[in-house]
């Protein structure tokens, strides 16, 4: 079945790391994806994985994929206000890259 | 660049009306796609288009949705009739189909409220 878990909430102190955790189902999935999207925007893409790959680094971010237990994590270092927003886990099935997202993680950041 | 252009941002209509929304992909982009996104959701896909065909329309609901991608450039997403449930923001998105990962660019959606 195609299925994409995220824990629905995460509040952290800014300067601090942030984790956001997801679980998908299809083991074929060929990519992972984090989108993070702001109020009243659109979906941003912020960072992708290749299911041969293990982590992936891209300045404050960075990816981690177990691919073992299919969970996927981002990992937000240095975390500012504006990091505050929603952000969606997504595997790609099929040859046409087809997505099927998470709920959302709703990232609070606090001073 | 410029993104992926959607109208209109917003759209008030009542139940059993008709509505249409537009999107116009970023230039060069074969592949594009519309998702329904339900306020507490991740956005679901309805329909893909390449170029100007359908490779996946399996959860569009056929019976008072329909798309088209008339010359495989912009799109238009029908709602006839609208129902409550239809509430919603439509997100159109586009990539281009060239090697390595398929990158999706989203547009600014347009949010539907069915009254």
């Known amino acids: 079945g195609e299925d994409v878990e995220q824990s629905l909430f995460l509040s952290v102190r800014e300067g601090d790391s942030s984790v956001i955790n997801c679980t998908y189902t299809?083991?074929?999935?060929?990519?992972l994806y984090w989108y993070k999207q702001e109020p009243g925007a659109g979906l941003q893409l912020l960072t992708y994985i290749f299911s041969n790959m293990d982590m992936k680094q891209d300045q404050r971010l960075t990816v981690l994929l177990n691919k073992k237990d299919k969970h996927l994590s981002l990992r937000i270092a240095d975390t500012q206000t504006g990091d505050s927003a929603i952000y969606f886990c997504a595997e790609s099935i099929g040859g046409y890259n087809k997505l099927i997202f998470g709920a959302g993680t709703r990232l609070a950041v606090h001073p | 660049e410029a993104g992926v252009a959607q109208s209109p941002r917003y759209k008030i209509i009542e139940k059993r009306q008709s509505v249409a929304f537009w999107c116009n992909p970023i230039?060069?982009?074969?592949?594009l796609y519309w998702y329904q996104q339900i306020l507490g959701q991740g956005p679901k896909l309805l329909i893909q288009?390449?170029?100007?065909?359908?490779?996946?329309d399996s959860q569009l609901p056929k019976d008072r949705f329909s798309a088209e991608r008339l010359k495989g450039v912009d799109s238009t997403l029908k709602i006839q009739p609208a129902k409550l449930e239809d509430s919603a923001v439509y997100l159109c998105?586009?990539?281009?189909?060239?090697?390595?990962?398929?990158?999706?660019?989203f547009g600014p959606g347009t949010r539907l409220t069915v009254t």
């Open positions: 998105a586009s990539s281009s189909r060239g090697a390595g990962a398929y990158e999706q660019y």
């Open positions: 230039s060069g982009h074969a592949t």
């Open positions: 299809d083991s074929s999935s060929t990519y």
């Open positions: 288009f390449q170029n100007n065909g359908v490779v996946d």
